[in-house]
């Protein structure tokens, strides 16, 4: 036997008139949200054509199910009678319509709270993004000044923070760093010197493989490849545990007990990470040449010893101490770029994503703008 | 803990620092984000020994107004007195003083998660006072006791429940014997055995420790059977529409919006069938 089917009539409007100046709109059928929403143009159109109306009354004697896609009917058709200034008569509905619409219809909508879609010129747009991008570099500078601040108070011993807090910051981005700078410091060596094998190997001249990885890497990629890699791991962390504990509420409890957030949460991790730069640098920069003495041992047959007397050759003191002093300040850059956005992270959970996400876009971005200052530098230095 | 709360709720502290007189100021404060303004023309005065309660409908300002009490955000306009001292203009120095005779309780706890309850409840401790780390253990321990965590000192906040990390909050925020003691929804998530719980220690509090108590909530049950005194916010003036005892307030005031809020809703209609 067949299984029953309940045909439904589909959700109907039609309207008549009840006397000269009263629209009456007659419901009928099913009005389920599955089933599509009618509009309310007939009812719109029906008021515009003559002649004029003035009230409007329901008739629900042949509804059949229904549920909130009638109820929306019935709000806008409500909203277009007030806007007209006409009268809607709800005793037609069923009970629980009329209650349902009275509720929706009891809180008055707050004046000013709906926002309004702003639309601007191209020009304005720029304008606005590049007074957005100057504000964010003001606060980037303030924020720095701040910790320079904050940094004098603990040079003179005034400074408030936890010293086993300092020592956490210490182990997070020093030691625990170790494993991801040693793979990336490896393969950057390796890349640099695959890239150098290809063009040296023509000219016979494969030894100055270690010239090229070493300067390099001591110069430029070590400090450049450690920042980039703490700017995504530490950086966002910074952000992360600072964001969170806002939306907690816990950096405004350390505020209002008179303790600075600034010192208590911002100068550990500015101290851990200003001190661990510049060792995860020199210990990047020993992977980094070790990576290109195994291609040359592997593909060239240069000896490990030949291949680390000719980068001693190659590297001056003076590339080391330049690229330690590149890593200091890109440890600078990462530490206030992670604290500053954990500090700014609104007060939802999806913000403290969006300020990781900022904090390493500002560290990346600040780290390049930096490494080209650096080159300049260094350059009318002659370094 | 003897006496019940209701019969304590209008007493008045004698605790090491009760006294009579104003305690708090505010006069004509306004209250803004950007050009938003949440709250106008608020003025009130709590006296010593009080537990003041500001209340309102959701959305209506409270946790703001908490917020302009304890420095966390400026006022667009008006000032904040603490008795003679202006709250509002004293350079950072000064008010770091003045914070430190506060104590607070944040809706959350705020409990900071990377330490245990008794790290937490020692921080002030540690950092305003001469005490070694053996006697701020101590006392530490002893604040847990006072809000019924005796025990859970090696907790992390993650490890307890949420009125426990509530109660904990308490016990951090009295950790100095503050003047003041401010509580924000401190009932709020919690059953009603726990939040009748959490009102007697805020009595017990205000009592032994002479604090004045100023408390965030719209929970009905709290306003009346703790508060003495009070103001009511409203959302739609964006001000003050009633102040004094909330039992008073229940029992004579007659604007339709604070007794609709004071009766859940059932006072409007009682008051046009008491004019019908």
């Given at each position: ?28 059928g ?21 002649p ?22 019935i ?86 923070y ?26 950057v ?109 592997s ?34 850059i ?8 954990g ?23 600040y ?5 080209g ?11 | ?73 400026e ?11 202006n ?7 000064g008010?770091?003083?003045l ?14 998660s ?31 006791a ?10 992390f ?25 401010f ?81 859940r ?12």
């Open positions: 036997m067949p299984p029953q089917v309940e045909i439904l009539q589909p959700a109907q409007v039609s309207l008549g008139r009840l006397s000269g100046s009263t629209l009456q709109v007659r419901l009928s099913s009005w389920k949200l599955k089933r599509g929403m009618p509009s309310p143009s007939a009812v719109t159109d029906a008021l515009d054509a003559p004029k109306s003035h009230r409007i009354a329901f008739d629900a004697a042949d509804l059949g199910e229904w549920d909130s896609s009638l109820l929306s009917f709000m806008r058709v409500v909203e277009v009678c007030k806007e007209r200034g006409l009268d809607a008569d709800l005793a037609g509905l069923p009970d629980g319509l009329k209650r349902l619409v009275e509720l929706a219809a009891a809180v008055p909508e707050r004046e000013g709270a709906r926002s309004k879609p702003a639309r601007h010129w191209f020009v304005a747009r720029i304008g606005d993004s590049t007074l957005a991008w100057l504000d964010s570099a003001v606060a980037f500078l303030a924020f720095f000044g701040e910790v320079v601040r904050a940094l004098g108070r603990f040079s003179t011993g005034r400074a408030r936890r010293r086993i807090d300092l020592g956490v910051v210490i182990q997070e981005c020093g030691a625990d760093a170790f494993p991801i700078v040693t793979l990336i410091s490896f393969l060596g390796t890349i640099l010197a695959f890239m150098g094998a290809v063009q040296l190997q023509r000219f016979g001249a494969s030894i100055y493989i270690a010239d090229l990885v070493g300067i390099a890497v001591v110069r430029d990629m070590g400090a450049m490849m450690t920042a980039i890699i703490m700017a995504g791991r530490t950086g966002a962390a910074f952000a992360a545990q600072l964001g969170s504990m806002k939306v907690t509420q816990e950096i405004d409890a350390l505020a209002t007990m008179g303790l600075s957030p600034m010192e208590y949460l911002v100068l550990p991790r500015v101290i851990a990470l200003v001190t661990m730069m510049p060792l995860l640098c020199l210990y990047s920069d020993f992977i980094g040449i070790l990576g290109g003495a195994f291609v040359g041992w593909m060239l047959d240069i000896s490990w010893v030949s291949y680390l007397r000719q980068t001693e050759g190659a590297v001056q003191l003076g590339d080391v101490v330049g690229g330690l002093v590149k890593a200091t300040v890109y440890g600078i990462i530490a206030v770029a992670g604290c500053l956005r500090l700014q992270c609104g007060n939802s959970s999806s913000a403290v994503g969006e300020a990781a996400t900022r904090a390493v876009v500002t560290g990346i971005v780290i390049v703008v930096a490494c200052l650096f080159a300049f530098i260094f350059n009318a230095l002659g370094i | 803990m003897a006496a019940s709360t209701d019969q304590r709720s209008a007493a008045r502290p004698n605790g090491p620092r009760a006294a009579a007189g104003v305690h708090i100021t505010v006069r004509d404060l306004t209250m803004a984000y950007g050009s938003f303004v949440v709250m106008h023309d608020l003025s009130f005065t709590v006296r010593r020994g009080d537990v003041f309660i500001i209340m309102g409908g959701s959305g209506c300002g409270k946790s703001t107004l908490l917020r302009h009490l304890i420095g966390l955000n006022p667009a306009k008006g000032e904040i007195f603490y008795d003679a001292v709250f509002t203009t004293t350079a950072p120095q008010r770091q003083a914070l430190r005779r506060f104590g607070v309780l944040y809706q959350g706890g705020a409990l900071w990377s330490m245990t309850l008794a790290e937490n409840v020692g921080i002030p401790l540690g950092e305003f006072t001469d005490l070694n780390p053996a006697e701020i253990r101590e006392i530490a321990a002893l604040k847990l006072l809000v019924g965590l005796k025990g859970f000192e090696d907790y906040p993650s490890q307890i429940s949420g009125g426990m990390q509530k109660r904990a909050g308490i016990a951090r925020a009295i950790a100095l014997d503050p003047e003041i003691m509580f924000d929804e401190p009932s709020s998530g919690l059953d009603p055995i726990s939040s009748r719980l959490i009102d007697d220690l805020i009595l017990d509090l205000r009592d032994n420790l002479g604090s004045t108590v100023i408390v965030v909530t719209h929970e009905l049950a709290s306003i009346l059977t703790i508060g003495n005194n009070s103001v009511f916010l409203d959302a739609e003036d964006r001000t003050i529409i009633a102040r004094g005892d909330p039992k008073e307030m229940l029992a004579h005031c007659d604007i339709p919006r604070v007794r609709q809020f004071l009766t809703g059932d006072g409007a209609a009682s008051t046009a069938r008491s004019h019908g």
